[in-house]
């Protein structure tokens, strides 16, 4: 059996990291609640966008060249993954790496490695191309020190070039759908080429725009494809903080009751102590007496 002083020492141990994991679930859940109020106030203006774009494509006679839209045999491929940069997030990072590894690969053997361009955000899952030794065009920093807008565009134009001048016939994303803070959904979606489909709904809509229909919907559809973008980091980022929050608020439960068996094992050696040394005594004055 362990000494009081080891016992002592691993409940102190403990309970400081109990603090650090309490501390950490804290700066987590406010962090989620913060990216949660974004993605609340940002989702209506995103599916207003789309509805606007459906309702007026559903308007229209006859075709409208949409070359963001265009479907084409697929021969080249772009492939971005999300993950974090540091870890205590539960199976976050593993779960979206074997997602991101499983249609990689799906890729390359249908089209071959040097068709498939890979573009990473977060360490985590850099690292884990690295060991299966597959080519990274570009490497972005974490969502969670550079997230913003500007950043959603940037990817989302540089992408947008990419499949316009026939780089890449599709643009595919591997990330964590936030579902709640104790659900994170590992998720592919193809963002290019976007579906622009018409929608009525049983309702007839007569739209007047300028200068002419195709212009119109080719400045249109590429706000789509920011907003879409932007979208799906918030999702992902959310999904980070949730399950990191999770993660903590998991370990911190762990430590409190692990605190509790480590306290009994304490209450006890001290008792068989307390025990032997009355024995002693007591033996001590038998061995006097007689």
């Given amino acids: 059996m362990a000494s009081l002083k080891e016992i002592r020492a691993r409940i102190s141990s403990v309970a400081s990291t109990q603090k650090i994991t309490s501390a950490m679930k804290m700066v987590s859940a406010a962090k989620l609640k913060k990216t949660e109020g974004i993605t609340t106030r940002f989702l209506p203006y995103k599916n207003k966008l789309s509805e606007a774009l459906a309702n007026y494509l559903g ?20 492939l971005m993954a ?3 940069s540091s870890g205590l997030c539960g199976v976050y990072n593993s779960n979206v790496s074997k997602l991101f590894k499983q249609v990689y690969d799906e890729y390359v053997e249908s089209l071959g490695a ?8 977060g360490k985590k899952i850099n690292d884990y191309a690295k060991k299966f030794g597959i080519k990274v065009e ?5 969502l969670a020190e550079k997230m913003s807008y500007e950043l959603a565009m940037e990817v989302s134009d540089m992408m947008v070039d990419l499949f316009l001048s026939h780089k890449v016939d599709r643009v595919e994303l591997v990330f964590n759908h936030f579902k709640n803070a104790g659900v994170q959904v590992p998720t592919r979606e193809v963002v290019l080429p976007l579906k622009a489909e018409a929608a009525n709904g049983g309702m ?3 739209y007047i725009v300028e200068p002419d ?3 119109f919907v080719n400045q249109l559809i590429p ?11 918030l999702d992902t980022l959310t999904a980070e903080h949730g399950a990191r929050m999770t993660a903590m608020h998991i370990a911190s439960d762990n430590a409190d009751q692990l ?6 094992q304490y209450n006890k050696a001290r008792q068989n102590v307390i025990t032997n040394e009355l024995i002693d005594i007591v033996g001590g004055a038998e061995a006097l007496n007689g």
Avoid at 114 to 120: E, M, Y
Avoid at 224 to 233: A, G, L, P
Wanted: aromatic residues 12%; charged residues 30%.
């Fill in 82 to 84: 999300f993950s974090s």
């Fill in 59 to 78: 308007s229209l006679e006859g075709e409208v060249s949409i070359p963001l839209a265009e479907h084409r045999e697929v021969k080249k491929v772009a």
């Fill in 259 to 264: 605190s509790q068996e480590l306290k009994i």
């Fill in 204 to 206: 007839s809509f007569d």
């Fill in 213 to 215: 229909k195709e212009t």
């Fill in 114 to 121: 040097k068709n498939v361009t890979v573009f990473l955000f």
């Fill in 223 to 233: 706000k789509v494809v920011r907003t879409n973008f932007y979208s799906i980091m």
């Fill in 138 to 142: 570009k490497a972005y920093e974490p």
